[in-house]
Nanobody, 127 residues
């Protein structure tokens, strides 16, 4: 089945930038939806950004609109999350997720829609 591996996490100062990568074992174009979730200690996992890879249509959480950009390079089998103007509240474990099984009617923060998950990469933003 599809494997997802995240990278690019680390520490940044408030206002700084990081770019996360998610390498997939299948072409991103073959998916129905790919995206990023994050989870801070003691909090529920929340959706961050999503892309319908066949058209490039995107959806973002209100908290990251204008700061984060999701993109994919199908030929590289890679999903990206460019994070700019980072805030301490962005500190979390970030997970790549993908739906390669079928169109559910949406491509957004619905946990049950994603059958494939990476192991996560930690992002820490200093105050």
């Amino acid at each position: 089945q599809v494997q997802l591996v995240e990278s690019g996490g680390g520490s940044a100062q408030a206002g700084g930038s990081l770019r996360l990568s998610c390498e997939a074992s299948a072409y991103t174009y073959s998916s129905y939806c790919m995206g990023w979730f994050r989870q801070a200690p003691g909090k529920e996992r929340e959706g961050v950004a999503f892309i319908y890879t066949k058209t490039g249509n995107t959806h973002y959480a209100d908290s990251v609109k204008g700061r984060f950009t999701i993109s994919q390079v199908n030929a590289k089998k890679t999903l990206y999350l460019q994070m700019n103007s980072l805030k301490p509240e962005d500190t979390a474990m970030y997970y790549c997720a993908a739906n390669f099984d079928g169109w559910t009617g949406t491509c957004e923060a619905v946990l049950a829609d994603f059958g494939y998950w990476g192991q996560g990469t930690q992002v820490t933003v200093a105050s």
